[in-house]
Structures are given as C-alpha cells and as structure tokens.
Nanobody, 121 residues
C-alpha cells in the first residue's frame, strides 16, 4: 500500500487546513487509518485514528474539538480537517495504515511521505 498525503501549507493562527491522504491498493476500505505528526526535534505523536468504516474516531487531547478525521472509501482517501490552528500544531503530518486500533506509531505498517503544516503566530 502506498499513501500520498497532501494539503499542508502555511496558515495563520486560528486558520484552517484540510489534509488528504490517498491510498493505492484494494485494502483501504478494510484498514484502520491514522494521522500522526512530528515537530522539529520531537518524537512522532498521535493525532487521531478512524475505523475502517469511518464510524469511530479517537483524537489526542491536544487536538480534540479542533481536528476531525473522516474518510471516503470510494475514493481511497482519508482526511484531516484542522480548525483553529495554533503555532504548536506546526509539524510534518503523516497518514498511516494499521492493523490494530492504536496510538503507537510502531503499530502502523504503511506511512505516507508527510506534508508540512506551518502555523504562524
């Protein structure tokens, strides 16, 4: 499975961005998908995860009520809608595919190349 993330960019504090991640292959609709992020000098951290059918999501406390994950299995795409962005959200954002419901990067087998989000103050 190959994952291609897009949609990053520069935004001012309080702004919004929507990231997209499109997957190749036939297994997308049966896959748990997650977003992680990594800021300079920091470890990769969990942002949110969505079940294969899209019915259940879980978020990190730091983004809860501001970020929303959704998916369109017909388009093999998962989205991350980010609202009310803050400078501390600045990071490279990665989409990933996993076999288990997890917040740990080590539980995810496939990763996109990452897309940079920069939030200016």
């Amino acid at each position: 499975v190959q994952l291609q993330a897009s949609g990053g960019g520069l935004v001012v504090t309080g702004g919004s961005l929507r990231l997209s991640c499109t997957a190749s292959g036939r297994t997308f609709s049966s896959s748990i998908m997650a977003w992680f992020r990594q800021a300079p000098g920091k470890e990769r951290e969990f942002v949110g995860v969505i079940t294969s059918g899209g019915g259940v999501t879980t978020y990190a406390d730091s983004v809860k009520d501001r970020f929303t994950i959704s998916r369109d299995n017909a388009k093999n795409t998962v989205y991350l809608q980010m609202n009310n962005l803050k400078p501390q959200d600045t990071a490279v954002y990665y989409c990933s595919r996993g076999a288990a419901w997890s917040k740990l990067p080590s539980d995810y087998t496939d990763w996109g190349q990452g897309t940079l989000v920069t939030v200016s103050s």
